[in-house]
């Protein structure tokens, strides 16, 4: 069965420095999304993407987020200067189309220092 | 009224026995209801879903109950398993006004006891 890969697994990385998380979404799917979910909390909206660009996003996702899908197959999201409270999992999602089911990857592990 | 509201916060379940999440929302926008189960070190998966025409929607051991007048939702499991411990997420979307976007609840921790 297709599924969502994300990379890294886990990422550790200076408070101040940038960051670039990595999705692979299906292969089909036209929608793509990213989510976080700050350790013991709710899984937490951040951005939607679709046709290279952004369809919707939230109040976290400020000046320095950014996305990007800069092939056919890859889909990114930059933190451009970290801060301590961006530590959480970030977890990418995919559908076909906008009104079907998104299919989750298994997230990445950004701990700021 | 963005918010989706879930509980309980954690549920122990014997084996064989029945497991209820509830969850509630204020936007009668929402038209799509699913729930999520997450495994440690996984991410979100789809488990089933439903939408506002619907109060009932079933399959195999996992049913949703949906009262639109009331407006909440639950997941139900029949004859809880080990293998069911997880935690489970409901969420809901709002696509004509906001698109895919999910809000999720707060999550339930579920742990079926042998």
């Known amino acids: 069965e297709p599924e969502v890969t994300q990379t890294p697994s886990h990422q550790v990385t200076q408070m101040g420095q940038e960051v670039i998380l990595r999705c692979v979404p299906i292969?089909?799917?036209?929608?793509f999304y990213w989510y976080r979910q700050i350790l013991g909390q709710k899984v937490e909206f951040l951005v939607s993407?679709?046709?290279?660009?952004?369809?919707?996003k939230s109040e976290i996702f400020d000046d320095q987020f950014s996305v990007e899908r800069p092939d056919g197959s890859n889909f990114t999201l930059k933190i451009r200067s970290t801060k301590l409270e961006d530590s959480a999992m970030y977890f990418c999602?995919?559908?076909?189309?906008?009104?079907?089911?998104?299919?989750f990857g298994d997230g990445t592990r950004l701990s700021i220092l | 009224q963005q918010q989706v509201k879930q509980s309980p916060q954690s549920l122990i379940v014997q084996k064989g026995g029945i497991s209820i999440i509830n969850c509630a929302y204020e936007?009668?926008?929402?038209?799509?209801f699913p729930w999520y189960q997450q495994f440690p070190g996984k991410g979100p998966a789809l488990l089933i879903a439903?939408?506002?025409?619907?109060s009932e929607k079933k399959e195999g051991r996992f049913t949703i109950s949906f009262n639109k007048s009331a407006k909440q939702f639950s997941l139900h499991i029949m004859d809880s398993q080990p293998g069911d411990s997880a935690t489970y997420f409901c969420?809901?979307?709002?696509?004509?006004?906001?698109?895919?976007?999910?809000?999720f609840g707060q999550g339930t921790e579920l742990s079926v006891k042998p």
């Open positions: 999602a995919s559908s076909v189309r906008e009104n079907q089911p998104q299919h």
């Open positions: 292969s089909n799917h036209l929608y």
């Open positions: 993407f679709y046709n290279n660009e952004i369809s919707e």
């Open positions: 936007n009668t926008a929402f038209d799509y």
């Open positions: 439903i939408r506002p025409d619907v």
């Open positions: 969420a809901a979307r709002n696509l004509y006004n906001q698109g895919g976007k999910l809000i």
